[in-house]
């Protein structure tokens, strides 16, 4: 079993920007797509942003141009940068890995971020 942990989330102001880190206890990261859920209070999960084992990111709309993913396979570690935050994307942040052999799919238990303006 994997375990997904997330790290990062936090009280930021409208405009300041806040680093997620998603570390896993096992050696998955070159063979999983991993990606960035959100999900706010009564709204639905939704992807924030994905990342193939070879660095390519894709991005939800909304966040495109503020948001980057990135990956470092070594670590076992994924990142969201996130700039000029706004208070539509206060919400809790889950990281998520789906490998590619066999379409496992692994959740974190979540990160909250606040952001006050």
């Known amino acids: 079993q994997v375990q997904l942990v997330e790290f990062g989330g936090g009280v930021v102001q409208v405009g300041e920007s806040l680093r997620l880190a998603c570390v896993s206890d096992g050696n998955i990261f070159n063979v999983a797509l991993m990606a960035w859920y959100r999900q706010a209070p009564g709204k639905r999960r939704e992807q924030v942003a994905t990342i193939t084992p070879g660095g390519i990111p894709t991005y939800n709309i909304h966040v495109k141009d503020r948001f980057t993913i990135s990956r470092d396979n070594a670590k076992n570690t994924m990142f969201l940068q996130m700039s000029s935050l706004k208070s539509e994307d206060a919400a809790v942040y889950y990281c998520?890995?789906?490998?590619?052999?066999?379409?496992?799919?692994?959740w974190g238990q979540g990160t909250q971020v606040t952001v006050s303006s």
């Open positions: 998520h890995a789906r490998l590619i052999a066999n379409s496992s799919l692994y």
